[in-house]
């Protein structure tokens, strides 16, 4: 009930106000530094939600959301030794909780320990079936180890809980290009391209698939929706002008290139 209140009744500076009072009325009841932490949180006051979280976890050093979420700040700010010690003591308290699991994996995944990292992965989605993040998060991990058949089957998986994720079809584009399966390649390009407004980073992985294919006239309709004429987009346009029969235009953009080099 407290949460719920506390939650729907104020915004959050007037609830951070209200919480440092129950607090300081109540100075036995920690509950009330996590909710201010995380009211801190939300309000963009890091540096008041790190102090809440801490002498919350003084008052309990066992008290596990707490350390939780110090953690969580410790990894955003990249002490990652420091947010590794305080979730270990987490998953001493909260063996098999999903977060925590997920929390570490992302540790051991950040320090390229893909393996451990994996299990870990693998131990949370036991628990959560339906988490298509942490399918993702699998798959990732077999694509940093150069198991890109088992990476694909996982992003497939995620795809069947949330078809939208146009950054999964691109990862996998990106694996199916990487291994010359360019059909497959092109099939998740012209799906995430159907979802999302791709990026030029995207759009020119796209692009290449696309020359490689021998489709260089589909390639230039995409190069038309890239504004800017860096030395890659020019390189390309002059590649598939070349391909489609258009001399006079490919000699124009590698005389372009030139100039650029």
Request: proline letters at 1%.
């Given at each position: 009930?407290?949460?719920?209140?506390?939650e729907?009744?104020?915004?959050?500076?007037?609830?951070?106000e209200?919480?440092?009072k129950?607090?300081?009325?109540?100075s036995?009841?920690n509950?009330?530094?996590?909710?201010?932490?995380?009211?801190?949180?939300?309000?963009?006051d890091?540096?008041?939600?790190?102090?809440?979280?801490?002498?919350?976890?003084?008052?309990?050093p066992?008290?596990?959301?707490a350390?939780?979420?110090?953690a969580?700040m410790?990894?955003?700010?990249?002490?990652?030794?420091?947010?590794?010690?305080?979730?270990?003591?987490?998953h001493?308290?909260e063996?098999?909780?999903?977060?925590?699991?997920?929390?570490?994996?992302?540790?051991?995944?950040?320090?390229?320990?893909?393996s451990?990292?994996?299990?870990?992965?693998?131990?949370?989605?036991?628990?959560?079936?339906?988490?298509?993040?942490?399918?993702?998060?699998?798959?990732?991990c077999?694509?940093?180890?150069?198991?890109?058949?088992?990476?694909?089957?996982?992003?497939?998986?995620s795809?069947?809980?949330?078809?939208?994720?146009?950054?999964?079809?691109?990862?996998?584009?990106?694996?199916?290009?990487?291994?010359?399966?360019?059909?497959?390649?092109?099939?998740?390009?012209?799906?995430?391209?159907?979802?999302?407004?791709?990026?030029?980073e995207s759009?020119?992985g796209?692009?290449?698939?696309?020359?490689?294919?021998a489709?260089?006239r589909?390639a230039?309709?995409?190069l038309?929706?890239i504004e800017?004429?860096?030395?890659?987009?020019?390189f390309?346009?002059a590649?598939?002008?070349?391909?489609?029969?258009?001399?006079?235009?490919?000699?124009?953009l590698?005389?372009?290139?030139?100039?650029?080099?």
């Amino acid at each position: 009930m407290l949460s719920y209140f506390l939650e729907s009744e104020f915004d959050g500076k007037k609830r951070i106000e209200l919480l440092r009072k129950l607090y300081s009325d109540d100075s036995s009841n920690n509950i009330y530094l996590l909710f201010a932490g995380r009211a801190s949180q939300e309000a963009g006051d890091i540096k008041e939600a790190f102090e809440s979280f801490r002498l919350s976890a003084m008052h309990n050093p066992r008290n596990s959301k707490a350390l939780f979420e110090l953690a969580n700040m410790y990894s955003a700010s990249n002490q990652l030794d420091v947010a590794e010690m305080l979730l270990e003591i987490v998953h001493e308290e909260e063996n098999e909780d999903s977060e925590v699991l997920l929390t570490l994996g992302n540790l051991d995944f950040a320090k390229r320990n893909y393996s451990k990292a994996l299990k870990l992965y693998k131990r949370a989605l036991h628990n959560q079936p339906w988490n298509f993040s942490l399918l993702n998060h699998i798959a990732e991990c077999y694509r940093q180890t150069g198991n890109y058949e088992k990476a694909l089957h996982y992003f497939k998986k995620s795809l069947c809980l949330n078809s939208k994720q146009s950054d999964v079809l691109l990862r996998m584009a990106e694996i199916c290009r990487q291994t010359d399966q360019l059909d497959r390649a092109l099939k998740y390009y012209d799906l995430a391209t159907e979802l999302d407004e791709l990026s030029k980073e995207s759009l020119m992985g796209h692009i290449y698939c696309l020359i490689q294919s021998a489709e260089p006239r589909r390639a230039l309709e995409l190069l038309n929706r890239i504004e800017s004429d860096d030395y890659d987009v020019v390189f390309a346009r002059a590649t598939c002008e070349y391909l489609t029969g258009n001399y006079e235009g490919a000699i124009r953009l590698y005389t372009q290139l030139k100039l650029m080099q």
